[in-house]
């Protein structure tokens, strides 16, 4: 429900035209994952970068998400099209997907060695209890 709401307020704030057939009409079918607009936050822009604008005032947050939009619309033609929603929504999902395995890497890999043994990995997840 948020996300056509942001994405409708963006296109509006930088003058791009805001009708299309493909877009969230009043009474389209809705999203029914998680209750809450902090859920589309995260898929739209990526768990770091939603907690980022969480921060910004409503006149920053306007201009970031102007510029998001632009990178959205991979044809240029002022509109977003479902497709291109969905492949911005997949690139921001496996970029989280890759940087989160980064990240649990260092940890699990704890003789740096850039392969996890079985015993790192028992020692990384279970720690002090074996």
């Known amino acids: ?3 056509p709401a942001l994405l409708l307020l963006a296109a509006g704030a930088l003058g791009k035209p805001t009708a299309r057939q493909e877009r969230a009409r009043p009474g ?3 999203h029914e994952d998680r209750p809450g607009f902090q859920y589309d936050h995260e898929a739209f822009l990526g768990k770091e970068e ?3 604008f969480d921060q910004l005032s409503p006149e920053e947050s306007r ?4 510029k998001i939009v632009d990178r959205i619309d991979d044809n240029k033609d002022g509109y977003i099209t479902t497709e291109e929603l969905k492949n911005w929504i ?3 999902q496996k970029r989280y997907i890759y940087e989160n395995v980064a990240k649990v890497w260092k940890d699990y890999d704890l003789n740096k060695d850039d392969k996890i043994a079985w015993e790192e990995y028992k020692q990384a997840t279970y720690g002090y209890y074996l």
């Open 50 to 52: 939603a907690r980022s």
């Open 90 to 92: 997949k690139r921001v």
């Open 28 to 30: 389209a079918a809705q």
């Open 1 to 3: 429900k948020a996300l």
């Open 63 to 66: 201009e970031r998400l102007g």
